[in-house]
């Protein structure tokens, strides 16, 4: 199995997400959640586990997509949990993780929300 970089804040996993991605590398990606995390992706759907997380990323990495890194919003942390998230840069919605301090003191993402969209309104 491949060694990865950890990581060390919660705020990290952000970054290496998108270094592993713009790279290919679906594994390393599934690396940064635990082994039982639930992914709210594709929307409206969930995707859980990590090896089913992979098997997602392989078929979203296959087609090539660019990912740029969106500066951060504050971390919430309470404990060996953390709230992370970011606002994209279209401006529509946001995204949030949780993510959980592992015995080795790195963070791993255990519920992942990429997307959030305001529902239509009444009548839309």
């Known amino acids: 199995m491949t060694q990865y970089a950890k990581a060390m804040r919660p705020e990290d996993?952000?970054?290496?997400?998108?270094?592993?991605s713009n790279a290919g590398d679906a594994a390393g990606v599934a690396a940064l959640?635990?082994?039982d995390a639930v992914l709210a992706y594709p929307p409206g759907s969930q995707t859980v586990g990590r090896q089913a997380i992979r098997e997602l990323w392989e078929k979203v990495l296959a087609a090539g997509p660019r990912f740029t890194p969106e500066e951060p919003l504050p971390?919430?942390?309470?404990?060996?949990?953390?709230l992370t998230?970011?606002?994209?840069?279209?401006?529509?919605?946001?995204?949030?993780q949780v993510v959980r301090r592992q015995p080795d003191g790195s963070w791993l993402r255990v519920l992942d929300q990429p997307e959030f969209v305001t529902p239509p309104g009444p009548g839309a």
């Open 13 to 20: 996993i952000t970054r290496l997400f998108v270094e592993r």
């Open 33 to 35: 959640y635990e082994e």
């Open 75 to 82: 971390t919430l942390i309470s404990g060996d949990l953390a």
């Open 85 to 96: 998230s970011t606002p994209p840069r279209d401006g529509a919605g946001a995204r949030a």
